[in-house]
Protein backbone atom coordinates (compact mmCIF):
# COMPACT_ATOMS: atom_id res chain seq x y z
CA UNK A 1 0.00 0.00 0.00
CA UNK A 2 1.34 2.87 -0.80
CA UNK A 3 2.30 5.65 1.98
CA UNK A 4 -0.05 8.23 1.51
CA UNK A 5 -3.06 5.92 1.74
CA UNK A 6 -1.89 5.25 5.24
CA UNK A 7 -4.44 7.88 7.28
CA UNK A 8 -7.89 7.20 4.30
CA UNK A 9 -6.79 3.34 5.13
CA UNK A 10 -6.99 3.67 9.19
CA UNK A 11 -10.50 5.48 8.64
CA UNK A 12 -11.77 2.69 6.19
CA UNK A 13 -10.47 -0.44 8.19
CA UNK A 14 -12.07 1.39 11.46
CA UNK A 15 -15.82 1.53 10.13
CA UNK A 16 -16.23 -1.27 7.61
CA UNK A 17 -16.71 -4.43 9.84
CA UNK A 18 -18.69 -2.53 12.58
CA UNK A 19 -20.55 -1.42 9.72
CA UNK A 20 -21.55 -4.34 7.75
CA UNK A 21 -22.21 -5.87 11.44
CA UNK A 22 -24.72 -3.52 11.58
CA UNK A 23 -26.90 -5.48 10.00
CA UNK A 24 -26.86 -8.32 12.31
CA UNK A 25 -30.18 -9.83 12.72
CA UNK A 26 -30.81 -10.20 16.30
CA UNK A 27 -29.48 -6.73 17.33
CA UNK A 28 -29.62 -4.86 13.61
CA UNK A 29 -28.00 -1.63 14.76
CA UNK A 30 -28.73 0.16 11.15
CA UNK A 31 -32.77 0.47 12.75
CA UNK A 32 -30.97 2.51 15.05
CA UNK A 33 -29.14 4.75 12.24
CA UNK A 34 -31.63 7.57 12.84
CA UNK A 35 -30.48 8.27 16.05
CA UNK A 36 -26.93 8.02 15.28
CA UNK A 37 -26.50 10.53 12.56
CA UNK A 38 -26.78 13.61 14.80
CA UNK A 39 -25.03 12.05 17.30
CA UNK A 40 -21.96 11.48 14.99
CA UNK A 41 -21.71 14.81 13.24
CA UNK A 42 -23.27 17.49 16.26
CA UNK A 43 -19.75 16.75 18.00
CA UNK A 44 -17.70 15.95 14.64
CA UNK A 45 -18.45 20.12 14.30
CA UNK A 46 -17.23 20.99 17.69
CA UNK A 47 -14.09 18.32 17.59
CA UNK A 48 -13.28 19.80 13.33
CA UNK A 49 -13.07 23.63 14.93
CA UNK A 50 -11.04 22.47 17.64
CA UNK A 51 -8.94 20.31 15.71
CA UNK A 52 -8.11 23.37 12.91
CA UNK A 53 -7.35 25.84 16.29
CA UNK A 54 -4.89 23.85 17.08
CA UNK A 55 -3.40 22.87 13.64
CA UNK A 56 -2.95 26.21 13.41
CA UNK A 57 -1.68 26.98 16.88
CA UNK A 58 0.94 24.03 16.58
CA UNK A 59 -0.32 21.81 19.14
CA UNK A 60 -0.26 18.99 16.60
CA UNK A 61 0.07 18.19 12.94
CA UNK A 62 0.28 16.02 9.99
CA UNK A 63 2.69 14.41 8.24
CA UNK A 64 2.08 14.75 4.08
CA UNK A 65 3.61 11.65 3.09
CA UNK A 66 0.64 9.90 4.55
CA UNK A 67 -2.04 11.93 3.38
CA UNK A 68 -3.54 11.79 0.45
CA UNK A 69 -3.43 15.72 -0.09
CA UNK A 70 -7.01 16.57 0.28
CA UNK A 71 -7.37 19.54 3.06
CA UNK A 72 -10.56 21.37 4.32
CA UNK A 73 -9.12 24.28 6.07
CA UNK A 74 -5.49 23.43 7.70
CA UNK A 75 -7.36 19.71 8.41
CA UNK A 76 -6.45 16.92 6.02
CA UNK A 77 -9.83 15.18 4.67
CA UNK A 78 -8.67 11.79 6.47
CA UNK A 79 -8.74 14.10 9.56
CA UNK A 80 -12.37 15.07 8.88
CA UNK A 81 -13.46 11.54 8.06
CA UNK A 82 -11.66 10.39 11.48
CA UNK A 83 -14.36 12.08 12.99
CA UNK A 84 -17.26 10.14 11.25
CA UNK A 85 -15.60 6.38 11.09
CA UNK A 86 -14.64 6.24 14.95
CA UNK A 87 -17.56 7.42 16.36
CA UNK A 88 -19.48 5.56 14.19
CA UNK A 89 -17.25 2.26 15.07
CA UNK A 90 -17.12 2.90 18.73
CA UNK A 91 -21.12 3.68 19.18
CA UNK A 92 -21.82 0.32 17.39
CA UNK A 93 -19.36 -1.28 20.24
CA UNK A 94 -21.21 0.56 22.90
CA UNK A 95 -24.12 -1.01 21.81
CA UNK A 96 -22.94 -4.32 20.58
CA UNK A 97 -21.11 -4.83 24.27
CA UNK A 98 -24.15 -3.76 26.19
CA UNK A 99 -26.68 -5.84 23.88
CA UNK A 100 -24.28 -8.74 24.26
CA UNK A 101 -23.01 -8.98 27.74
CA UNK A 102 -25.58 -7.78 30.52
CA UNK A 103 -23.34 -6.95 33.27
CA UNK A 104 -23.90 -3.65 34.40
CA UNK A 105 -21.39 -1.62 36.70
CA UNK A 106 -24.05 -0.16 39.60
CA UNK A 107 -24.68 3.19 40.41
CA UNK A 108 -22.81 3.74 43.43
CA UNK A 109 -19.49 2.67 41.90
CA UNK A 110 -20.57 4.65 38.55
CA UNK A 111 -20.75 7.76 40.47
CA UNK A 112 -17.26 6.91 42.65
CA UNK A 113 -15.70 6.85 39.14
CA UNK A 114 -17.17 9.72 38.09
CA UNK A 115 -16.48 11.39 41.15
CA UNK A 116 -12.58 10.61 40.94
CA UNK A 117 -12.59 11.59 37.27
CA UNK A 118 -13.86 14.97 37.23
CA UNK A 119 -11.21 15.36 40.62
CA UNK A 120 -8.20 13.94 38.59
CA UNK A 121 -9.07 16.03 35.47
CA UNK A 122 -9.74 18.81 36.79
CA UNK A 123 -6.42 18.67 38.94
CA UNK A 124 -4.43 17.82 36.24
CA UNK A 125 -5.88 20.30 33.74
CA UNK A 126 -5.31 22.92 36.69
CA UNK A 127 -2.12 22.33 37.08
CA UNK A 128 -1.05 22.16 33.28
CA UNK A 129 -2.96 25.44 32.31
CA UNK A 130 0.37 26.31 30.04
CA UNK A 131 0.08 22.95 28.00
CA UNK A 132 -2.63 23.49 25.84
CA UNK A 133 -3.77 19.58 24.43
CA UNK A 134 -3.47 18.60 28.49
CA UNK A 135 -6.01 21.87 29.85
CA UNK A 136 -8.09 22.08 27.47
CA UNK A 137 -9.11 18.33 26.97
CA UNK A 138 -8.90 17.46 30.73
CA UNK A 139 -11.13 20.32 31.87
CA UNK A 140 -13.88 19.64 29.02
CA UNK A 141 -13.93 16.36 30.33
CA UNK A 142 -14.11 17.55 33.56
CA UNK A 143 -17.16 19.74 32.68
CA UNK A 144 -18.84 17.59 30.73
CA UNK A 145 -18.91 14.34 33.32
CA UNK A 146 -19.88 17.01 36.21
CA UNK A 147 -23.12 18.05 33.75
CA UNK A 148 -23.94 14.05 33.99
CA UNK A 149 -23.28 13.45 37.63
CA UNK A 150 -24.80 16.78 38.64
CA UNK A 151 -27.80 17.93 36.45
CA UNK A 152 -28.88 15.21 33.82
CA UNK A 153 -27.79 12.48 36.56
CA UNK A 154 -28.12 10.17 33.61
CA UNK A 155 -28.36 6.69 34.15
CA UNK A 156 -26.33 4.91 31.63
CA UNK A 157 -22.38 6.34 32.40
CA UNK A 158 -21.88 2.25 34.28
CA UNK A 159 -22.56 1.14 30.26
CA UNK A 160 -20.64 3.15 29.13
CA UNK A 161 -17.78 3.27 31.31
CA UNK A 162 -17.71 -0.96 30.72
CA UNK A 163 -18.22 -0.21 27.06
CA UNK A 164 -15.19 1.93 26.86
CA UNK A 165 -12.96 -0.90 28.43
CA UNK A 166 -13.47 -3.09 24.91
CA UNK A 167 -13.16 0.22 22.74
CA UNK A 168 -10.01 0.94 24.41
CA UNK A 169 -8.50 -2.21 22.16
CA UNK A 170 -9.43 -0.74 18.85
CA UNK A 171 -8.54 2.27 20.21
CA UNK A 172 -4.77 1.65 21.06
CA UNK A 173 -4.52 -0.01 17.47
CA UNK A 174 -5.90 2.23 15.35
CA UNK A 175 -4.14 5.31 17.01
CA UNK A 176 -1.07 2.94 17.67
CA UNK A 177 -0.51 3.22 13.43
CA UNK A 178 -1.43 7.04 13.94
CA UNK A 179 1.54 7.84 16.59
CA UNK A 180 4.27 5.93 14.43
CA UNK A 181 4.14 2.60 15.73
CA UNK A 182 4.67 0.08 12.47
CA UNK A 183 5.28 2.83 10.73
CA UNK A 184 8.40 5.11 9.98
CA UNK A 185 7.01 8.20 10.73
CA UNK A 186 3.87 9.39 12.57
CA UNK A 187 0.53 10.26 10.46
CA UNK A 188 -0.48 12.91 13.54
CA UNK A 189 2.36 14.48 15.22
CA UNK A 190 2.22 16.05 18.60
CA UNK A 191 4.03 19.53 20.53
CA UNK A 192 5.14 17.72 23.52
CA UNK A 193 5.57 21.22 24.96
CA UNK A 194 1.72 21.25 24.72
CA UNK A 195 1.64 17.73 26.44
CA UNK A 196 2.30 15.94 29.45
CA UNK A 197 5.19 14.55 27.46
CA UNK A 198 3.83 11.18 28.61
CA UNK A 199 2.71 8.07 26.15
CA UNK A 200 1.42 4.97 26.30
CA UNK A 201 3.67 3.33 23.56
CA UNK A 202 3.65 5.80 20.72
CA UNK A 203 0.20 7.31 21.85
CA UNK A 204 0.39 10.68 23.86
CA UNK A 205 -1.65 10.11 27.81
CA UNK A 206 -4.54 13.01 26.44
CA UNK A 207 -5.46 10.71 23.94
CA UNK A 208 -7.44 8.52 25.93
CA UNK A 209 -9.19 11.46 27.46
CA UNK A 210 -9.51 12.60 24.14
CA UNK A 211 -11.48 10.17 23.01
CA UNK A 212 -13.47 9.15 26.21
CA UNK A 213 -14.81 13.23 25.83
CA UNK A 214 -15.40 12.34 22.48
CA UNK A 215 -17.49 9.32 22.64
CA UNK A 216 -19.42 10.17 25.74
CA UNK A 217 -20.74 13.12 23.12
CA UNK A 218 -21.78 11.10 20.67
CA UNK A 219 -23.10 8.32 22.79
CA UNK A 220 -24.95 11.45 25.22
CA UNK A 221 -26.61 12.87 22.02
CA UNK A 222 -27.31 8.77 21.01
CA UNK A 223 -28.91 7.96 24.12
CA UNK A 224 -31.13 11.34 24.42
CA UNK A 225 -32.82 10.74 20.87
CA UNK A 226 -33.64 7.14 22.08
CA UNK A 227 -35.13 8.24 24.82
CA UNK A 228 -36.78 11.42 23.11
CA UNK A 229 -38.47 9.19 20.67
CA UNK A 230 -39.32 6.78 23.01
CA UNK A 231 -36.91 3.87 22.03
CA UNK A 232 -36.05 1.81 24.60
CA UNK A 233 -32.19 0.93 24.31
CA UNK A 234 -30.69 -1.86 25.36
CA UNK A 235 -30.16 -2.22 29.73
Not at 99 to 114: D, F, G, V
Not at 117 to 126: D, K, Y
Not at 173 to 201: F, H, K, P, S
Not at 202 to 208: A, N, V, Y
Request: hydrophobic share 50%.
Amino acid sequence: MKDRYVYLAVDFFSIIFPFLFSFYSNANFSKKWRYLWLAILAPAVFFIVWDEWFTQMGVWGFTPRYLTGLNIGSLPIEEILFFICIPYACVFTYEAVNYLIKWRLNQKYTNLITDLLIFAMLLVGGLNIERWYTSVTFILLAIFLTLHRWIWKTDYLGKFYFAFLFILIPFFITNGILTGTGIEEQVVWYNDAENLGMRMGTIPLEDTFYGMLLLMMNVSIFEYLQKKKGHKAPS
